[in-house]
């Protein structure tokens, strides 16, 4: 299939322009960009779920005009979501069959339902209980019920849109041996990705987008990753080097055998300048800990010490005024007010401190929500724009920057990066570094073990609520941290 | 305010507004005329002080049904007090308190209990009311003649209701939109969980909204008192759905973060029209009720128009 000189566009503003691509029978060709670069809308694009504003889509040759997802399946062009939509009543044949159900007389034919999508699993090297209900099914599952139905359709162009973000190392080695398998029986198939390593992993031909539009093509093969990140962010990123340690700096945060909901007797100590970077898999207890010591929770026991001062937080606010920050894993949820502006956002922890007696002060919040956005290199065009225009990585520095803007000693970071592109998170770890250089105290929860490795002094190792292990910057590996993390070996 | 910067649901409102006057002054001869429109006024005062109220309510993320039975309470509360011939100063700041308490406690019940607004308003909504009932029986209590007839008297030209409703008008918009208070009803509105985790007090916030609310229901029920010259406890049934509609229609989101006062003022305005330019038509109470039923539904129905494209915008 083919596409030429493909332009969508959003109010005015062209989030793929001119962009030209082809993809092979029997190719993985992977589409990368920073978030906001137009990878998923040219996907959606091709797809039928957008109507291009210019620019053709030809399918063996021939010209079609896909006027929505449906007909762009007739087309043999199939779209895989990152987090697929199923019918948790329904079976996972149902699922995979939905809107075209086998039928005899008028029923549904449940044997032979049963038995193609048996067949059809088989095919993909799944196995899965196609009678079980769809209730329970992991993302990674529902995205094969979508995968199965997505071959139900003898679909010969596979578009998956950011698949591998919610999925575990093992399931994303599952869903690359599918590509595989999908590119062996000449079918063409589209990644979009931000993750690299997977791209090298994985793909025969990259496309980098930058703002809309395509910057390069490459045959993995021949290119490597540093020169995709450079076409990707168009600029040399900051070097990440480890940050020089501070041994004998004084303690900052303490934190004596603290228990709470979630997690137990966990102590720690984070000094002046240091970065403790917490490791486990989700569910340990680290957001749990993080929670408790910003003051959203209470610890049922236990003690936290700022500079050598016991505090008891009973309140978010009661933390903010004693130095405590966190940025919460959750932006969507927990951070953000998606509606709102992006001055709303950037100064609400810290709205009563930037008014005169209860009255905002317009010029004053004006003034700290540009000096925040060219601290953290935010794009945007205006102060008044609402967030949820922003893309991930932009809203993410929107949080940092209102965090920041409390001036904290101790700063928690929750999975600071995750679902934020190559650009952002170099940003963000910038920014981290730049604080703890400044004498910032800074814990920081990652489920992205490199990221942890790169930015840490020291590294806490949290497992079923407890602190397991605490690993200095020579002995802490992705090794000896997932083996402390699943307590597999010796810790 | 610059024309230019109006938000264009504003503009729209201003259009409906000049063209609803227009059409009524066609069909409606002298119905345009500045003094009749101005007498006309005070018998929207009340609904319109109290959609201000509701505006910080809805913006807030919440709703208050009893509204309008506070008032009544508080307006019998106010007659009896008067009859038993205690001292009008003090029986409006005791009317006000008592109003402000009443509207406290829904706060109170819907933080304390995390129940919807809805539903706690929906039980104090027959609570106050019978309680008004209960106090009174079927019988009206009489408001004494000095405090009687304040809707005739003016000031600078303009009658008190409408004086009042104005003044309160430019309070709330300061309120709302140049405070801090204001800011952070938006805020809980929006997102309850990050106004939370960004260390807002939301539980006083939305204790605050309420009372406010409260507040006004007072300042109603002395209005109503003074215009009716009696108390009795089945005044004002279902102004309620007044007062929501006006919010709605000026803007507010039900589901909060969203709201003006200029966009309330305006709708107040333009339900004020619709029931003058029906009641001067002759058209019966139960089809102008029908008529506020329908707008309320069109003004949702647009809001969510206009709220579609968000909803489908993609994440990039």
Redesign the interface.
């Known amino acids: 299939m083919e596409v030429k000189g493909l332009s969508v566009t959003f109010g005015g503003v062209d989030v793929v322009s001119k962009v030209d691509l082809v993809l092979e029978p029997g190719e993985i060709h992977a589409v990368v960009g920073e978030n906001g670069a137009g990878k998923s809308s040219l996907g959606k694009a091709i797809a039928g779920v957008y109507q291009p504003s210019a620019g053709t889509i030809a399918v063996g040759g021939s010209t079609v005009r896909l006027r929505n997802p449906a007909d762009g399946l007739a087309h043999g062009i199939a779209l895989i979501h990152q987090e697929p939509m199923t019918f948790a009543d329904l079976s996972v044949a149902e699922n995979v069959f939905v809107g075209h159900v086998p039928k005899r007389r008028g029923l549904v034919d449940w044997k032979q339902l049963y038995q193609r999508s048996k067949q059809l699993f088989a095919d993909l090297g799944i196995s899965i209980d196609v009678r079980q209900s769809a209730a329970h099914l992991s993302v990674a599952q529902q995205q094969f019920i979508e995968l199965a139905s997505a071959l139900s359709h003898d679909s010969q162009v596979w578009i998956f849109d950011e698949t591998t973000a919610p999925l575990t190392p093992k399931e994303t080695s599952e869903l690359f041996s599918i590509f595989r398998r999908l590119r062996d029986r000449g079918c063409a198939v589209m990644f979009v990705t931000h993750h690299l390593q997977e791209v090298f992993e994985v793909a025969d031909r990259i496309t980098v987008l930058r703002d809309g539009v395509k910057v390069a093509e490459r045959l993995v093969a021949e290119t490597n990753p540093g020169e995709v990140v450079q076409l990707m962010v168009g600029r040399d990123l900051d070097a990440s080097g480890p940050i020089t340690e501070s041994a004998n700096a004084e303690p900052i945060l303490e934190v004596n055998s603290l228990t709470g909901p979630g997690f137990s007797e966990v102590s720690l100590t984070v000094h002046r300048g240091e970065i403790f970077g917490l490791a486990g898999l989700v569910g340990s207890g680290r957001t749990e800990l993080a929670r408790a010591l910003a003051g959203v929770v209470r610890p049922t026991s236990g003690e936290i010490l700022l500079s050598s001062t016991a505090k008891r937080f009973s309140s978010v606010h009661a933390a903010i005024e004693a130095g405590v920050a966190m940025v919460p894993e959750d932006r969507r949820r927990h951070g953000l007010f998606m509606s709102q502006s992006i001055q709303f956002n950037a100064t609400m922890a810290r709205l009563s401190e930037l008014s005169r007696h209860g009255w905002l002060d317009h010029r004053k919040l004006e003034e700290v929500t540009v000096a925040s956005g060219s601290d953290l290199r935010l794009a945007y065009r205006s102060t008044s724009q609402p967030v949820e225009s922003l893309s991930g990585g932009n809203q993410q520095k929107v949080v940092l920057g209102r965090w920041l803007m409390t001036e904290p000693r101790v700063l928690i970071l929750d999975e600071p990066t995750r679902g934020v592109d190559v650009g952002a998170k170099a940003e963000v770890h910038r920014v981290i570094r730049q604080l703890a250089e400044q004498g910032t105290a800074i814990l920081v929860i990652s489920s992205d073990l490199p990221e942890v490795l790169s930015l840490s002094t020291r590294v806490g190792v949290m497992r079923q609520g407890r602190l397991v292990a605490t690993l200095d910057r020579g002995s802490a590996t992705e090794e000896s941290i997932m083996a402390a993390a699943t307590g597999e070996g010796s810790a | 305010m610059r024309v230019s910067r109006l938000p264009w649901d504003l503009m729209v409102l201003l259009g409906l507004l000049i063209a609803g006057s227009l059409l009524a002054s066609f069909f409606i001869p002298g119905f345009l005329d500045f003094r009749y429109l101005l007498d006309t006024s005070t018998l929207h005062a009340e609904a319109g002080i109290l959609a201000l109220a509701m505006t910080f309510v809805i913006v807030s993320g919440h709703i208050d049904l009893s509204i309008a039975s506070n008032m009544v309470l508080s307006a019998v509360f106010a007659g009896l007090m008067l009859k038993s011939g205690m001292n009008p100063p003090l029986v409006i700041g005791l009317t006000c308190v008592a109003s402000t308490l009443l509207g406290t406690l829904n706060g109170v019940l819907v933080v304390l209990f995390r129940l919807p607004s809805f539903l706690v308003t929906l039980a104090t909504l027959a609570i106050y009311r019978g309680t008004a009932q209960a106090l009174l029986g079927p019988k009206s209590v009489a408001i004494p003649k000095e405090m009687v007839g304040l809707d005739q008297s003016l000031v600078a030209g303009i009658p008190w209701p409408t004086a009042i409703f104005v003044m309160l008008a430019i309070v709330s918009g300061l309120l709302l939109h140049?405070?801090?208070?204001?800011?952070?009803t938006?805020?809980v509105g929006?997102?309850e969980?990050?106004?939370?985790?960004?260390?807002?007090?939301v539980a006083r916030i939305k204790i605050w909204v309420f009372a406010l609310a409260g507040l006004a229901a007072g300042i109603c029920a002395l209005l109503i008192d003074s215009r009716l010259g009696v108390a009795r406890h089945d005044l004002a049934r279902g102004l309620e759905l007044d007062v929501i509609t006006i919010a709605v229609v000026g803007g507010c989101a039900i589901r909060g973060?969203?709201g003006s006062i200029p966009g309330t003022v305006l709708a107040m305005l333009l339900v004020m029209l619709i029931r003058t330019a029906m009641g001067v038509a002759n058209v019966k109470a139960e089809y102008q009720l029908t008529a506020i039923g329908l707008l309320l539904v069109l003004a949702v129905g647009f809001g969510g128009l206009r709220g579609s494209p968000?909803a489908t915008?993609?994440?990039?």
């Open positions: 140049r405070t801090v208070f204001g800011r952070w938006f805020a929006t997102n969980e990050a106004a939370v985790y960004a260390g807002l007090p973060g969203k968000r915008k993609v994440n990039l």
